[in-house]
């Protein structure tokens, strides 16, 4: 798994290596990717890393969240996208935070801050 600081570069990352693993292309133009996954992480440390993968098939199993698909998808894989918008989107309910190093969960551990908000929030229900 490999986890970028920045959403570009996440994006990036993912854009070569579709390129380098895909089956479609034929060397004169990069192959044409139908979905486009994404995953945020936040960190121990509060830090916030990013996951992305493009595949050209919808519907493939994986470990990032589907965000895009079809023409969307390809317009994020020629760099037709606002960064801004993407983490607008973003649920929070889909965000992963590490409980130990390298074990994520959907929920924040509850000695943090945004874990002791979520224990709050759920003993309030």
Do not use: H
Not at 64 to 85: H, K, M, N, P, W
Not at 96 to 117: H, I, N, S
């Amino acid at each position: 798994m490999s986890l970028y600081a920045t959403l570009e570069e996440a994006i990036e990352a993912a854009r070569e290596d579709f390129i380098d693993t895909a089956e479609g292309g034929n060397g004169d133009e990069p192959p044409v990717p139908q979905q486009f996954n994404l995953q945020k992480y936040v960190m121990l440390d509060g830090d916030i890393m990013w996951q992305a993968e493009f595949f050209e098939e919808e519907g493939e199993a994986v470990e990032c969240l589907t965000l895009r698909s079809g023409a969307a998808a390809q317009a994020i894989f020629d760099g037709d996208y606002d960064e801004v918008e993407i983490t607008a989107e973003w649920i929070d309910e889909n965000t992963l935070y590490e409980w130990e190093e390298g074990d994520f969960l959907l929920e924040p551990p509850p000695d943090t801050e945004e874990g002791q908000a979520a224990a709050d929030e759920w003993d309030e229900r």
